[in-house]
């Protein structure tokens, strides 16, 4: 009788214990998280397009709010009933260094080194493969940021949080990309944290390789990319794909020798015609990286004096990541959301985002 109750007291406690670190975070697109996750990022108050604070969910809490760092960058962190914290990265927040961080759109390795100051140095690993390349006015804002972020994700797990959501509008979702990549291959981070990341209305992080990473870390619904397609902002940066951009097994790696076979008269001609094809976007693809690489390098040198310049590669061939979630425009967007030919930013606004989603998922709406 006594082995039978101490039997059941240990399976009793066994429960508690698998209740206890019960997961609260699902996979896939949520509408009303998305929808609650916009709230939040409307708590910063401080964009060109939010000019109305929202109330933010009942049951979420902000506890930290970082000081300006990097290229004018900030974070939040919420936490949600006790046991789910919120990373939400602001976007861009209107000033021209905040601009600046955008046009920074040379690009640079997925792993290597950034130095932002004579004292700091921030090592990084974004991607398994050292094909994957990222944006280096992004990767500043994370290096900026992550040190801090870091330090309260190791709070919020000693307080047995091990649930977390990373969110970005904009800017804000360019920098949640990366951030759910570094956290990824860091090692000193405990392997039993539940990630879930929502990248809104972001632009392009990194080249195919990047994404093909990103994607498959945050397979089965974890990593999503929600998308007004009124909304040019997820179109860019300028994307221009190379011959170099290949996979190395590809049928341009040895083009002249499958040339020499030709005879003649035709190899000439296939020679003159692949090259017209193929140096306008090489040339191309120098310019984007002369440009927005390294002259926009030297007015990033001007708020921070002390960053080095990072070696940029020679590719500019932005492609977009994450699941994608579609908020299409149905009847009565275009009626509420007019374009007067000067309000740029208009599908870009937190509220046709919001406006979207709960046409599309009524259910939402009572949240």
């Known amino acids: 009788m006594g082995s039978r109750i101490s039997l059941i007291c240990f399976l009793f406690l066994v429960s508690l214990a698998k209740n206890s670190f019960a997961q609260h975070l699902t996979p896939h697109f949520d509408p009303v998280e998305y929808g609650e996750l916009l709230k939040l990022a409307d708590r910063f108050g401080d964009t060109p397009w939010t000019k109305v604070k929202s109330e933010p969910p009942r049951d979420a809490r902000l506890v930290y709010r970082s000081p300006e760092v990097g290229l004018v960058n900030r974070w939040d962190l919420w936490l949600r009933n006790k046991e789910v914290a919120i990373i939400v990265i602001r976007g861009t927040n209107g000033t021209a260094t905040s601009w600046m ?96 990341t929502y990248c809104s209305a972001a632009p392009k992080p990194g080249n195919l390789y990047y994404a093909y990473d990103f994607d498959y870390i945050t397979r089965d619904g974890w990593g999503l990319r929600v998308i007004n397609p009124r909304d040019w902002v997820p179109e860019t940066p300028f994307s221009i794909q190379t011959t170099r951009d290949f996979n190395t097994v590809n049928p341009f790696t040895d083009i002249s020798g499958a040339l020499k076979k030709q005879q003649w008269f035709l190899r000439q001609a296939l020679r003159y015609t692949y090259g017209r094809l193929d140096r306008p976007a090489k040339r191309a693809s120098r310019r984007m990286q002369r440009i927005l690489g390294k002259m926009v390098y030297t007015r990033v040198r001007k708020v921070l004096p002390e960053y080095q310049r990072p070696d940029f590669v020679n590719s500019h061939n932005y492609t977009p990541a994450g699941t994608p979630v579609i908020l299409y425009p149905v009847k009565g967007y275009d009626e509420k959301f007019p374009f007067d030919g000067k309000n740029i930013f208009i599908h870009h606004m937190l509220e046709p985002y919001r406006w979207s989603m709960e046409q599309i998922y009524p259910a939402a709406k009572d949240h």
């Open 101 to 196: 961080e955008n046009f920074y759109a040379g690009m640079i390795p997925a792993q290597g080194m950034l130095q932002l100051n004579d004292s700091t140095r921030f090592n990084y690993k974004l991607s398994a493969d050292d094909r994957a390349y990222v944006h280096a006015g992004w990767m500043v804002g994370l290096a900026a940021l992550a040190p801090d972020i870091l330090r309260q994700v190791h709070d919020c797990y000693r307080q047995g949080i091990h649930e977390f959501i990373i969110f970005g509008h904009s800017q804000g979702g360019a920098i949640a990309f990366l951030l759910r990549s570094y956290l990824q291959y860091l090692d000193q981070l405990p392997k039993d944290i539940v990630w879930k």
